[in-house]
């Protein structure tokens, strides 16, 4: 699985911005989708993830500091997991990142992840 982030870029404090990350191959409903970010000098910190499904019926897991704010979604037939930002916070401010774990539930925990696409920057001013 190949993984393609995009979406990034600078927002001000209170904005909205939405990623996609877009996938190849053709199992990607089997995989566990997750979002997570790293800000300069800290470590990579989980930020949302969203179970596998054949149906549109979907778990969803967030980090406590975006709960409420961010929104995770996937649609199947486009290969694609999204991550909607609203209420953007100046320590929201990181490299975004999506990866895909193949495992049937959710999990915050990045060494379980299977495949990682490349960051993309968001920047949000204050």
């Known amino acids: 699985v190949q993984l393609q982030a995009s979406g990034g870029g600078l927002v001000q404090a209170g904005g909205s911005l939405g990623l996609s990350c877009a996938a190849s191959?053709?199992?990607?409903?089997?995989?566990?989708m997750g979002w997570f970010r790293q800000a300069p000098g800290k470590e990579r910190e989980f930020v949302a993830a969203?179970?596998?499904?054949?149906?549109?019926?979907?778990?969803?897991d967030y980090a406590d500091s975006v709960k409420g704010r961010f929104t995770i979604s996937r649609d199947n037939a486009k290969n694609t997991v999204y991550l909607q930002m609203n209420s953007l916070k100046p320590e929201d401010t990181a490299v975004y990142s999506c990866?895909?774990?193949?495992?049937?539930?959710?999990?915050?925990?990045?060494?379980?992840?299977?495949?990682w696409g490349q960051g993309t920057l968001v920047t949000v001013s204050s």
């Open positions: 969203i179970s596998r499904s054949t149906t549109s019926i979907y778990d969803a």
């Open positions: 191959g053709r199992t990607f409903s089997s995989y566990v």
């Open positions: 990866a895909a774990a193949y495992r049937a539930t959710i999990t915050s925990t990045p060494s379980l992840y299977d495949y």
